[in-house]
């Protein structure tokens, strides 16, 4: 049973507009949450976080929102660059290990 | 900044041949891990290791076994390949289990069994 969901398997966006990806989750007392970036032949690399305390993290152009009662997490990319073409995974740890959702394939076009 | 060095990128390997990925961390993390990516699959844990000398099972341990005698390397092992073990493979460490740790990955490698 998955824990963590991705529902859009991949998302087009225009050069500088808005992307928006979005991770669902089915227990309530999860309390941490990551984004990874994947781009392709390389390994995922961190990209940002957010703790359960808060319902919104900023890192430049990327923000994290956290809706605790819809279980419910998404990503913002402000703007858009072609550069943020990549898979998004969102991840969630627990006990010993990290869930990943199964990832969102983001194509910014220039 | 070597990070997690996974060895080799790529492997073809016959049906029923035996071989080890190798993974080395230069980080002094105690928390290491090796996952599986499938084509528009997550990623999925195999094994994981909390310290030098302790090793557990993730979501899909058949097939594999890993050891892990230092800090730094934490190999896997696949013993009779099968076709359905044909996947991209990451291993990763972190400072931190939990809420606050991150997780650092290999750039993977990719094994095709025929």
């Known amino acids: 049973d998955q824990q963590v969901k991705q529902n859009s398997p991949s998302l087009s966006v225009q050069e500088g507009r808005i992307s928006i990806l979005n991770c669902d989750y089915t227990?309530?007392?999860?309390?941490?949450f990551l984004w990874y970036k994947k781009y392709p032949a390389e390994g995922p690399t961190f990209l940002i976080s957010?703790?359960?305390?808060?319902d919104k993290n900023e890192d430049g152009r990327f923000t994290v929102f956290l809706n605790k009662s819809a279980k419910h997490l998404s990503l913002h990319i402000v703007p858009s660059q072609p550069g943020d073409s990549a898979v998004y995974f969102c991840?969630?740890?627990?006990?010993?290990?990290?869930?990943f959702g199964t990832g969102t394939s983001l194509t910014v076009i220039p | 900044n070597a990070g997690v060095t996974q060895t080799p990128k790529f492997r073809i390997l016959k049906i029923g041949q035996s071989m080890t990925l190798q993974c080395a961390q230069d980080?002094?993390?105690?928390?290491m891990y090796w996952y599986r990516q499938d084509p528009g699959m997550g990623l999925k844990l195999i094994y994981y290791?909390?310290?030098?000398?302790?090793?557990d099972k993730g979501e899909v341990p058949n097939g594999y076994n890993v050891s892990r005698s230092t800090t730094e390397d934490f190999p896997l092992r696949l013993e009779l390949a099968a076709p359905s073990q044909t996947s991209v493979y990451f291993c990763?460490?972190?400072?931190?289990?939990?809420?606050?740790?991150?997780?650092?990955f290999g750039e993977g490698s990719r094994l095709t069994v025929l």
């Open positions: 990763a460490s972190s400072y931190l289990q939990g809420a606050g740790g991150e997780l650092f």
């Open positions: 957010i703790s359960s305390i808060k």
């Open positions: 290791s909390v310290g030098a000398g302790i090793t």
């Open positions: 227990n309530s007392m999860f309390d941490y």
């Open positions: 991840a969630v740890p627990t006990g010993n290990q990290f869930y």
């Open positions: 980080m002094n993390h105690n928390y």
